[in-house]
């Protein structure tokens, strides 16, 4: 009984320990890649505050401090590209939209000599179609 006992318990033993060895190297990989990425980091960007810091005392940032860095550095970037993305496109609609009110910078009297010149003009686009081959044309009287 005490056989079966002492071995199960050896046998535990040696099962937990191979975890603890087994976890470190992924920790270590996790601690590299973090490490990689922050270098990546302050390489696109030398004159920042917290790679000055990465640099004098790399092996003092713990995994709270990558995250710190991460969510006030990384995430920044995202923010300030979605913000561009979105003024860009509203800047667009506007651009687009004034474009479009304007007439398409051609003047009524242009749209009425090309009218009463060509049966096939279209005064949404300026445009008209041509005998000799069948293309749209934009109309310059």
Do not use: H, K
Not at 5 to 16: D, E, G, K, M, V
Not at 47 to 56: H, I, L, P, V, Y
Not at 109 to 117: F, L, Y
């Amino acid at each position: 009984m005490r056989r079966s006992i002492s071995s199960f318990l050896a046998a535990a033993l040696l099962a937990t320990s191979g975890l603890t060895v087994a976890a470190a190297p992924a920790e270590a990989q996790s601690y590299r890649q973090q490490q990689r990425f922050v270098e990546r980091f302050c390489a696109r960007n030398p004159g920042a505050r917290d790679c000055r810091e990465f640099r004098r005392d790399a092996r003092r940032w713990d995994n709270r401090r990558y995250q710190r860095w991460y969510r006030d550095n990384y995430r920044q970037d995202r923010r300030d590209a979605t913000t561009a993305a979105i003024f860009g496109l509203a800047a667009g609609a506007a651009l687009g939209a004034a474009a479009a009110s304007s007439g398409g910078g051609y003047s009524s009297s242009q749209a009425q000599r090309c009218a009463a010149r060509y049966r096939t003009y279209d005064p949404r686009t300026n445009t008209y179609v041509a005998n000799s081959a069948g293309e749209r044309r934009v109309c310059r009287l």
